[in-house]
């Protein structure tokens, strides 16, 4: 938004008496852009384990409230939108990236939503896993403004360690005594 400023001045100026002057200043407000935040990933989660992502706490300072919320105004038209997307790559090798879901663009929406639910066991190990949220928000002075964030899952198999419980137990040994084991 641009303010203009006027100033009208009417002063003495000793032997020229009366002096009027008049100055005018042009201030342009420029809006700052949303702030992209995803929360609620550890960063290596077990391939088995449902994985939310959160883009909530993502926000605007130039509104009131900070909120980034999906909504849709009453001229039907979306006001703000999440949306998700993800390339999945071998470990060390981000130049093989490509969709998450078979058959799927890359850049095909996952979710519109401001959180997105991976469901456990959808992901491989050996894999990196690159989400990526764009937010778009309307203006009231510029129109649109857009920010994304960006997270990298890697899910690892979780070893169950094999344990191997031995009861003590007791003999009878040829002299009439009992021996028992070590364990």
């Not at 939310?52 to 703000?80: C, K």
């Not at 066991?121 to 928000?137: A, H, K, L, P």
Request: aromatic share 6%.
């Amino acid at each position: 938004a641009t303010y203009t400023f006027s100033l009208t001045g009417t002063g003495s100026a000793g032997a020229l008496g009366l002096v009027n002057g008049q100055d005018t200043v042009m201030v342009t407000v420029k809006e700052r852009d949303i702030v992209a935040k995803i929360d609620g990933c550890d960063h290596t989660v077990d391939v088995n384990d449902v994985v939310t992502l959160d883009a909530r706490g993502s926000f605007d300072p130039d509104t009131p409230d900070h909120s980034l919320t999906p909504a849709v105004n009453a001229e039907g038209i979306i006001e703000t939108l999440f949306r998700w997307t993800c390339v999945t790559y071998p470990l060390g090798n981000p130049s093989l990236a490509g969709p998450c879901i078979q058959k799927a663009a890359v850049s095909e929406a996952l979710s519109v939503a401001p959180q997105m639910r991976v469901p456990g066991g959808s992901m491989t190990v050996g894999n990196m896993y690159e989400f990526t949220v764009d937010i778009t928000g309307l203006s009231v002075y510029s129109g649109i403004k857009k920010a994304s964030a960006t997270v990298l899952v890697e899910p690892v198999g979780v070893t169950i360690p094999q344990v191997v419980i031995t009861p003590p137990f007791r003999r009878r040994t040829a002299d009439g005594t009992y021996a028992t084991n070590a364990n």
